[in-house]
């Protein structure tokens, strides 16, 4: 058990920075959304980190919200021509989610270890 004390940091400061939730300094990700082995600053272990699904859901949901109304509200104000949509919505189909993912990740683990969730153990 590592005996050090550690400032409680903000999730959502530690989830938009990507950083360790424990000491807000070493680095969350090995890459873009491979979780790494250990906090490279304080040591804090990352092997019982599971987000499942629930970051994916989340970014759909939220990306689908906003590119579909922005593209009925464009549609509505301006009526542009069917490729102006394609490319727009399309290409922000595809970057919107994809920027927002890791943030929305580390936040969640972020949240994990604030509350010590754990999975559930007889």
């Given amino acids: 058990m ?4 550690f ?3 903000s999730s959502l400061g530690v989830g938009l ?6 000491c807000g300094y070493g680095k969350l990700y ?8 250990s906090c490279d600053h304080c040591g804090l272990d990352y092997s019982e980190v599971d987000t499942g699904d629930g970051p ?13 109304g922005g593209a009925l509200f464009v549609e509505v104000a301006y009526r542009p021509a069917y490729w102006v949509h394609a490319l727009l919505w399309g290409s922000l189909g ?3 989610p994809l920027m927002l993912l890791p943030p929305f990740k580390a936040w969640l683990i ?7 969730a754990r999975e ?3």
């Fill in 2 to 5: 590592d005996e050090r004390y």
């Fill in 7 to 9: 400032p409680q940091q």
């Fill in 17 to 22: 920075r990507r950083r360790c939730p424990r």
């Fill in 30 to 37: 090995q890459s873009y959304l491979k979780v790494a082995e």
């Fill in 56 to 68: 994916a859901v989340f970014i759909i949901l939220i990306a689908g919200f906003l590119i579909i």
């Fill in 94 to 96: 595809i970057l919107l």
């Fill in 110 to 116: 972020a949240q994990q270890y604030k509350h010590k």
């Fill in 120 to 122: 559930g153990r007889l």
